[in-house]
């Protein structure tokens, strides 16, 4: 019995922390011609957009756990935007790590998918993703957003465990490249909104306020931030 459960155990471990073979180039690209074509039309993205907020407040909510504060909870609307509370100093270097993840987070996370699907953990990226989705739903407040997460959680886990290699390849790939190339448009929508005077309360006048650097240094390093993580993450998964 207990020998049994073991090798079940290291079947599952290798399942899931195994490596698996990449696809061929040209769907890997296919798979980043379908995220840009998922980003760039308007209509289009303000549907996709909810699943950046996901990430955006993930990334708020995981570095302020990581940096001490107290999480009161998260709320995904309908309009694609979102906030996330917590409670601690409201000055110091925790607070301005929690205003920075917002916007950092979409295409860093992106990033370090790439890395998994360069080395060939596809199956364990899902399961990462899965697990990061099921423990933001315990922050979630409103029924929005947990029907959300829960409808994102539930496409991750399905395709983790009931798919074969080539469906969550087919699946994954098109994922990471949406992170990254949807990481980038928002601090493009940022900077157009402070423009035109629309966004005074955003993530970089917040770290303006809160470190006396200004929002346009902020906005930049949202930039560098995303692009950067774009042209490493696309280097990864076009290294096939």
């Known amino acids: ?40 039309p308007h209509r289009i993205w303000r549907l996709a957009r909810n699943a950046i907020t996901i990430a955006h407040e993930g990334g708020h909510g995981l570095i302020a756990l990581l940096t001490g504060r ?23 270097i925790g607070m301005i790590l929690t205003a920075a993840a917002g916007y950092t987070a979409p295409p860093l996370l992106g990033l370090g998918g790439a890395a998994l699907l360069s080395s060939g953990r596809i199956t364990a990226l899902l399961w990462i993703a899965t697990a990061l989705l099921v423990a933001m739903l315990v922050m979630i407040r409103n029924a929005y957003g947990a029907l959300t997460v829960i409808l994102t959680g539930g496409t991750f886990l399905l395709v983790s465990w009931l798919a074969d290699t080539d469906v969550q390849a087919a699946f994954a790939y098109p994922v990471v490249w949406f992170l990254l190339l949807g990481g980038v448009r928002p601090a493009f929508e940022l900077q157009a909104k402070r423009r035109h005077g629309d966004a005074g309360d955003s993530d970089a006048d917040q770290l303006s306020r809160l470190t006396h650097v200004p929002a346009g240094l902020w906005l930049f390093l949202f930039h560098a931030v995303s692009l950067c993580s774009l042209m490493g993450g696309a280097r990864w998964l076009l290294a096939v």
């Open 1 to 40: 019995m207990e020998s049994t459960a073991n090798a079940s155990l290291a079947a599952l471990w290798d399942r899931v922390f195994g490596t698996q073979s990449a696809p061929e180039q040209w769907l890997v690209i296919a798979a980043g011609v379908l995220a840009l074509a998922v980003v760039m």
């Open 70 to 92: 107290r999480l009161d909870g998260i709320r995904l609307h309908s309009d694609t935007s979102g906030l996330t509370v917590s409670r601690g100093r409201p000055t110091g």
